[in-house]
């Protein structure tokens, strides 16, 4: 390990906080044996031997949308023909053959459609509970509930409390890309800036509701704007203590705008993974989403800082459209299978991280 890593793993072992000047040689360097050990090491002491997963589906009600992010191709205009917007009835049979798999969570993420209102997100989820009232529902990114917000002409505080009342148990991380001004005004113009997603978050922690975080990289992000994503996102939780998991997400660049950008390779995946466990010292999780990175290194993901594998999953949409070649979900014989081999002891928990034990079959 090189003088700098040194003096950074001094720190680590010391248990105490690293700075934004330590975050930019962490991304400077290239000793990935050395950024995992760091990492692991604050893996085991937060998770021990533990690896997370969970029962999900993933519910991506309508892909309708008008932002037209570059990165993203699961969003299209209403009159694309890859436009869909799924039924009550579909929502219901796809919730019912869910909870047919032991399913202890939907996550339901949609686009920014110009046509539904408020309502139609509460029939949602009332629908959804009336269906399975035992499933967590993590719903809506914070660009959904900024716009339904916009939209509906309530404050944040309103519309997240009639989508509680309705059966919102949690928010999902996504809709953060890179948390800067200049990413966004590069890839994302149209959507709500930074600042507005952390507000989100802020309001929601402050109402009770806990929430994830992300960071879409390999795009046209710099270290820098990594940085500051990442300290954005620690100085939040330090304020709120209401992120539950951090999640790196690897772009996927194939049917985008961006597809002349080269996706991440595997090196890059772990850097992100170890990085990211060693500068959020106050998130509890840091999951691996092998969707985007595939299994391999989800596997690897678990010994360079990662303690969450995410789940099933069971029906991907958004970055299968833009190109993945990752199934699009996963049995859970295999992921307790994946889990296993690496060392690591396979543990189920409910969205909250709350541990489940099932009868043995
Ligand atoms: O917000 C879109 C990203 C996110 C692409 O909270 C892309 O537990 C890569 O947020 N290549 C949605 N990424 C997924 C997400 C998520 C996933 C798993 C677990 C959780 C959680 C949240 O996917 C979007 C965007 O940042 N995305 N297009 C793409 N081409």
Not at 51 to 80: P, T
Not at 238 to 260: C, K, M, R, Y
Not at 299 to 319: H, R, S, W, Y
Request: aromatic share 8%; hydrophobic share 40%; charged share 25%.
């Amino acid at each position: 390990m090189d003088a700098k890593l040194s003096k950074i793993f001094e720190k680590v072992q010391n248990q105490q906080r690293i700075s934004r000047e330590d975050c930019f040689e962490l991304f400077a360097s290239k000793d990935l044996v050395s950024l995992g050990k760091m990492a692991n090491l604050i893996r085991e002491r937060k998770n021990g031997n533990v690896a997370y997963y969970n029962i999900n589906r993933h519910l991506n009600y309508s892909n309708v949308c008008y932002v037209g992010c570059k990165f993203c191709e699961f969003g299209q205009v209403k009159s694309s023909p890859k436009a869909y917007e799924m039924s009550l009835t579909e929502i219901r049979q796809a919730a019912e053959q869910a909870v047919a798999q032991g399913a202890t969570e939907f996550h339901i993420v949609g686009g920014l459609h110009p046509d539904l209102k408020l309502d139609y997100y509460e029939n949602l989820l009332k629908e959804l509970k009336k269906t399975a009232p035992q499933v967590h529902l993590k719903a809506f990114t914070a660009v959904e509930i900024d716009y339904f917000s916009r939209v509906n002409k309530l404050p944040l505080q309103e519309t997240l409390s009639r989508l509680m009342t309705a059966g919102l148990g949690s928010m999902p991380g996504g809709g953060a890309e890179i948390l800067t001004e200049r990413v966004h005004k590069l890839v994302h113009p149209n959507k709500m800036n930074a600042d507005r997603w952390v507000e989100v978050h802020r309001t929601a922690h402050g109402m009770g509701i806990r929430s994830n975080a992300t960071m879409l990289y390999g795009h046209v992000e710099n270290t820098e704007d990594k940085v500051t994503h990442l300290e954005k996102l620690r100085q939040l939780q330090d304020e709120t203590g209401g992120f539950q998991t951090f999640i790196p997400l690897s772009f996927v660049p194939d049917n985008t705008e961006l597809a002349h950008i080269p996706a991440p390779t595997g090196f890059e995946d772990l850097r992100h993974i170890a990085i990211s466990r060693i500068f959020l010292d106050n998130f509890a999780h840091i999951k691996t989403y092998w969707v985007m990175s595939g299994i391999n290194i989800a596997q690897l993901a678990l010994n360079f800082g990662a303690d969450d594998i995410d789940g099933t999953i069971m029906k991907e949409t958004i970055v299968h459209m833009a190109g993945a070649k990752t199934p699009e979900g996963v049995s859970v014989q295999d992921l307790i299978r994946y889990i296993r081999e690496t060392g690591r002891d396979p543990v189920e928990r409910d969205t909250l991280y709350n541990v489940i034990s099932r009868d043995a079959a």
